[in-house]
């Protein structure tokens, strides 16, 4: 397991850009994939990004493909989110969860608040 932390969210217009930060701690997190999850109010937590532990693959929702581009640092432990050209569709809270081999997750930050206004 791992402990992750999220930061870099907050009050932003349509069509601006926020960068999303999930620090890791504990030795897996440069061996393990990695993902992006988000939760509008009323709503279930949906997928956004994922990447493979060496960068090499990623993958993203339609809803968010072309706008937002997943990255890591294994080097300092890090996972993150560019996410331009945002819409008021976007605002929710912004989770990072380290994804195990089985696909199950085991690993989930505390959340960073996206808010897009119109």
């Known amino acids: 397991q791992l402990q992750l932390e999220e930061s870099g969210g907050g009050l932003v217009q349509t069509g601006g850009s926020l960068r999303l930060a999930c620090a890791a701690s504990g030795r897996a997190f440069s061996t393990s994939a990695m993902d992006w999850f988000r939760q509008a109010p009323g709503k279930e937590r949906e997928f956004v990004a994922t990447?493979?532990?060496?960068?090499?693959?990623?993958w993203y929702d339609d809803s968010v493909r072309g706008r937002f581009t997943i990255s890591r640092d294994n080097a300092k432990k890090m996972l993150y989110l560019q996410m331009n050209n945002l819409k008021v569709e976007d605002t929710a809270v912004y989770y990072c969860?380290?994804?195990?081999?089985?696909?199950?997750?085991?690993?989930w930050g505390q959340g960073t608040q996206v808010t897009v206004s119109p």
């Open positions: 990447i493979t532990y060496n960068s090499v693959s990623t």
């Open positions: 969860a380290r994804r195990t081999i089985t696909g199950s997750y085991d690993s």
